[in-house]
């Protein structure tokens, strides 16, 4: 018997501006878009697209079932959502050896355990996709809506290779034709595409690496590629072995992609491929210049926020705080040592006791070391009630637009805990050093890149 057809989209309305058409047709926040132009709305990109018609008749949903029509002329209905995609997050239909969601512990939310690989998140938020699950229509979908650019996993070029890398779902994957990159690529030929290639060892990385690069060089939408490598866990049961880089094996993936750079920037202006921030922390060596990230359009990768957290510098330093109090910074094991390097001039700073500590995460495993991925577990065995006045944790270890950690605890859960106030730091040297001087707590948000959790719970899906 065949299922039933999914209900039509229903996106929640959140807000009505006041003085609006929809405010004045009586639109309340809790009721539903049903249709715009009698069409069902599947997302934000389709409500924008029929607006931008001119003259459109809106439809929506009471609570108690009743419908409400009225037209807008040429100007914004006033109504604000709940979500940007209103049909549902679009799933991925590999199964990849190095997937992060299937090495998650159990006991968080369940937003956490969504693999998404929604290309319009791509498009509005910077999310990398795949392209595996696409269906013709929303090729032709992309393409006639000019949605550019996207942000795509390629991995590897080598389409035999990929197939066994990420072991694609036969029934999930809606085209075959999908899951050829190549083809994928050449048909998106309109559409600018930053890439990213996680990086194995001895999988995709060496000469089939170069040979990727070298062929993503060839295409003309493909703008820059992101070089990561793979991030394991220690919750890998049934998974397929595999290990993260050694010192060596990182000096050996940056000569290799340092001299695609040097080519790169000779032949075609740009660099072209960058590596992620682990690659030379683990490797021993000093991270590139400010300019050779090329206004670190990669960022929210891992590339380059550890130079972009360090620009700039410190504020003047005062001899002296006129409260004496003791901070301690926890974040994790990659960036504590870089940290502590940064902030060793405070310690000229008469009554100013301050600390950094790399705490271990016992959440996912030790071998992941980025603060982003700190649990609020994680702080509560790695500091001690009482031992500071201030503890500093990184804008990255909250859900975003929130105080929740992980593990759902909260920063007051924490400072209940600990008996001591907690607060984020800044995204930035400078501003983490006025936050540890003058106690002002940092607005700034999020860099993404080191938490692979970040843009999916900022769109409320992950």
Not at 83 to 99: E, L, P, Q, S
Not at 218 to 241: I, W
Not at 265 to 274: A, N, Q, Y
Request: net charge negative.
């Amino acid at each position: 018997m065949p299922l039933p057809p999914p209900p039509p989209p229903r996106a929640v309305i959140r807000d009505v501006t006041a003085g609006s058409a929809a405010h004045h047709a009586g639109v309340k926040p809790g009721d539903r878009l049903v249709s715009v132009n009698e069409c069902e709305i599947p997302d934000v990109l389709a409500y924008r697209r029929e607006l931008m018609l001119g003259e459109v008749t809106v439809t929506t949903e009471r609570s108690d079932g009743s419908l409400l029509t009225f037209e807008v002329a040429w100007e914004d209905p006033g109504l604000e959502f709940e979500d940007v995609i209103f049909d549902g997050i679009r799933t991925c239909a590999n199964k990849c050896d190095f997937c992060y969601v299937h090495q998650m512990p159990k006991g968080f939310r369940k937003s956490l355990y969504m693999m998404d690989d929604d290309f319009r998140t791509s498009f509005l938020y910077g999310s990398f996709v795949t392209l595996t699950n696409l269906t013709d229509a929303d090729v032709n979908r992309i393409l006639d809506e000019h949605l550019s650019p996207l942000y795509v996993s390629v991995h590897t070029a080598n389409e035999d290779l990929r197939s066994d890398m990420m072991k694609w779902w036969r029934l999930k994957v809606k085209d075959p034709a999908a899951t050829r990159i190549r083809d994928m690529i050449e048909r998106l030929e309109p559409i600018d595409l930053y890439t990213q290639m996680v990086l194995l060892p001895g999988r995709n990385d060496g000469d089939e690496m170069e040979e990727t690069l070298a062929y993503l060089a060839e295409r003309p939408n493909v703008q820059a590629v992101a070089v990561v490598p793979v991030g394991l866990t220690d919750h890998r049961t049934n998974l397929p072995d595999l290990r993260t880089y050694t010192a060596e094996e990182s000096r050996e993936v940056i000569r290799r992609v340092e001299a695609v750079q040097r080519r790169m920037l000779s032949e075609r202006g740009t660099r072209f491929v960058f590596l992620s921030d682990e690659f030379y922390i683990n490797a021993g060596l000093a991270l590139p210049p400010t300019e050779a990230y090329e206004g670190f359009a990669m960022l929210e990768n891992g590339v380059g926020m550890t130079r972009d957290f360090l620009d700039g510098g410190m504020p003047t330093l005062p001899p002296r705080i006129e409260q004496p109090r003791r901070v301690l910074i926890a974040t994790g094991t990659l960036f504590g040592p870089i940290l502590e390097r940064a902030l060793a001039p405070l310690a000229s700073v008469e009554d100013l006791q301050l600390e950094v500590r790399a705490l271990e995460n016992r959440t996912f495993g030790h071998v992941t070391s980025v603060a982003g991925l700190l649990a609020g577990r994680d702080v509560l065995l790695g500091v001690k009630p009482g031992e500071a006045d201030v503890l500093m944790l990184s804008p990255n270890v909250v859900k975003y637009g929130t105080e929740l950690m992980l593990d759902d605890r909260s920063l007051d859960d924490l400072r209940r805990e600990l008996g001591m106030d907690v607060v984020l730091g800044g995204t930035t040297l400078h501003e983490l050093t006025e936050t540890i001087l003058f106690g002002a707590e940092a607005t700034s948000t999020p860099q993404f890149g080191f938490s692979t959790h970040a843009i999916k719970e900022a769109s409320q899906q992950h």
